[in-house]
């Protein structure tokens, strides 16, 4: 939700901070600005549009002289995308100008007290009251106007901020929105996330919640709110660059769909040394798994899906009772949960609002935390008592693919971890499971080999109203994921329904030449999949079926079958879900669809 970038140092800003944005961009595309300080004098430009616009509208940066600046890209919360509403904003004076990522919950009453004191809003943004405060606070100290503004403010916020006062100074400041510093030689940044200022610099800075940065070109000063100085790790990124790169492929998203073979790799074999599971980064003893009376998953969107195989599997491998959750409910309904309850956290980004949110609610309650993370040094794997981390390298696409697959195998050996060591699984079992996991990344691949026919058929496809999603448990689970997938990126009409449900209501919908998306991947569940499918294909409906290799008498009812290779039952997500996100990915392109920046979404929704 909203990227900012700062710069300060020798070098021309502008086109470092439209670098930068460049890829922050999947935060949110609906307007961009820049701000450049030169001298006493503050250079802005920002309008509506994608950071393109922009920068076509500066000349890559050329028309903005200064070695100091702030940007941003937006996804709107307050205010619709305009030009005016745009970020930077400026002080009434003109002489502050800031960035903001985030929600100003009570900018209401702020806004009601400025206008007492005689300002004037130009914007519908909650940001400008945050550019006003500072200036009403201002006194000649920046540090002391910044201190003063956040703790009269309530909600999220990272705000990057220049003043023509303090020629040669940058200021920051998080609380609930994710910011680090980067530390050059001469030159220092602040960004949204590492890979926004990765071609500049590895070394990071974490920031924690009312943390004040103080940057000169040559200096970082971290200050808390009494102004004592905090000393902080530099944190080194050791990923490479192009893993935030297309690196020759049309879309990030098929880059990403593409690497996941290495990803659940990396994920999992690490992890299997000898024979047994080590989970290195889980602190939580076989004691404490013995006293485990409850264990709750909790994320949103593909996360949350991925928590709804995660209960399948922890159940059966563990015979703990599991309860997956939406982190946008479970926060606010007054969950029953104590301290023998595991509650295990899933997300990419580590910033998702509600799902931290709902993590600070089952800490509050007493609960241990199990975080699945892939961005390190996150705010939710920060606040974890573990952290198993999902080793996906950075994703880009707004639809998530590879992250996606990465949380499945977190599911599994979790749930492995968990069911060894309450003596649920036993020593053959668990050879079998763990020798069958690290074949995912061969099955995948195979996948691969022969995407031509689904490519073909996503082609003839594209113009579908409506699509439906059938399965039947586990494959109930992956059409959860293969429908949000579809109507994210294609903006077709999209629902996953438990096969079972059909009669109660959604076939109803069903009408001449419907396509169905039929997952038929349970061998137990098969005859009673295969009699849905010839309930919709008698109402008419065109079927695509996914089922396991050698299970030819699909062809019989589906209209077009892809195969997945043959694995335990448990992990077949990790292979159906593989065609649905290329069945997506093709219908979309050609759609013409902006793939990977589906309208209205963001990747990091850091805000409520
Ligand atoms: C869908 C998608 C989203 C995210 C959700 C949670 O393709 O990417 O549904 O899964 O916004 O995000 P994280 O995992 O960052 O908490």
């Not at 070695?67 to 509403?85: M, Q, Y």
């Not at 036993?426 to 499971?433: A, V």
């Not at 990915?585 to 990747?603: S, T």
Request: glycine share 8%; charged share 25%; proline share 3%.
């Amino acid at each position: 939700m909203c990227g900012i970038v700062g710069y300060i140092g020798n070098e021309q800003a502008a086109p470092i901070l439209l670098g930068g944005l460049e890829k922050l961009e999947y935060r949110g595309y609906d307007s961009a600005g820049v701000a450049v300080l030169d001298g006493d004098k503050i250079t802005m430009v920002k309008t509506k549009g994608r950071l393109k616009v922009l920068a076509d509208k500066i000349h890559d940066g050329a028309d903005l002289h200064g070695t100091i600046g702030i940007g941003h890209t937006r996804w709107a919360t307050h205010g619709a995308p305009s030009d005016i509403n745009s970020h930077p904003h400026l002080s009434r004076n003109g002489k502050i100008a800031l960035v903001h990522n985030g929600i100003i919950e009570n900018y209401m009453q702020i806004k009601a007290l400025l206008e007492g004191e005689g300002y004037t809003f130009v914007s519908d943004t909650d940001t400008e009251v945050v550019s006003h405060l500072i200036d009403y606070y201002y006194n000649g100290n920046m540090i002391d106007a910044i201190i003063k503004a956040i703790h009269r403010i309530e909600g999220s916020y990272a705000l990057g901020i220049i003043s023509v006062d303090h020629p040669g100074e940058l200021f920051a400041v998080r609380k609930s929105s994710p910011l680090i510093v980067g530390i050059g030689n001469g030159e220092n940044y602040i960004a949204s996330d590492i890979p926004a200022i990765l071609s500049r610099t590895r070394d990071v800075y974490f920031l924690e919640d009312n943390e004040i940065v103080w940057l000169k070109g040559d200096k970082i000063k971290i200050l808390d709110t009494d102004k004592h100085e905090i000393k902080k790790d530099v944190f080194h990124v050791d990923w490479d660059v192009s893993a935030a790169e297309k690196g020759g492929y049309e879309h990030f998203m098929i880059k990403e769909i593409m690497e996941q073979p290495k990803a659940i790799e990396d994920t999992v074999c690490p992890r299997i040394q000898g024979g047994e599971i080590v989970l290195d980064d889980i602190k939580l003893t076989a004691k404490q798994i013995k006293a485990l009376s409850k264990i709750y998953i909790i994320g949103c969107g593909s996360a949350y899906h991925v928590g709804v195989v995660g209960k399948y599997v922890m159940e059966k491998l563990t015979r703990i009772p599991v309860e997956v959750e939406l982190a946008s409910e479970f926060r606010y309904r007054d969950p029953i949960i104590g301290k023998d309850d595991l509650v295990i956290i899933i997300s990419q980004s580590g910033e998702t609002a509600d799902t931290l949110a709902a993590l600070r609610e089952a800490k509050k309650r007493g609960a241990r935390i199990l975080s699945v993370v892939n961005v390190v040094g996150s705010s939710i794997a920060r606040e974890s008592d573990d952290v198993l981390y999902t080793w996906a390298g950075p994703e880009i696409s707004v639809a998530t693919t590879k992250a996606y697959s990465t949380q499945l195998q977190a599911m599994y050996l979790i749930a492995m971890h968990i069911g060894i060591n309450n003596g649920k699984i036993d020593e053959e079992q668990k050879e079998h499971l763990l020798a069958e996991i690290q074949t995912l990344p061969a099955k995948v691949r195979k996948i691969f080999e022969d995407i031509a026919p689904l490519q073909n058929y996503a082609s003839k496809k594209y113009g579908s109203k409506d699509i439906f999603f059938l399965g039947r448990g586990l494959d109930y689970c992956v059409a959860l994921e293969g429908s949000l997938k579809l109507k994210e990126i294609s903006y077709i009409h999209s629902e996953a329904y438990a096969a079972g449900e059909l009669k109660h209501g959604p076939i109803s919908l069903i009408e001449d030449g419907s396509l169905v998306v039929a997952l038929a991947t349970q061998e137990d569940l098969f005859e009673k999949i295969l009699s849905n499918i010839k309930e919709v294909k008698a109402r008419g409906a065109k079927v695509f079926a996914i089922a396991q290799e050698g299970n030819t008498a699909i062809e019989k009812e589906a209209d077009f079958v892809v195969y997945i290779p043959k694995t335990e039952n448990i992990f077949t997500p990790s292979l159906t879900v593989v065609p649905l996100q290329l069945f997506s990915y093709y219908v979309a392109v050609n759609k013409g669809c902006d793939v990977d920046k589906p309208r209205n979404l963001a990747k990091s929704v850091t805000v409520e």
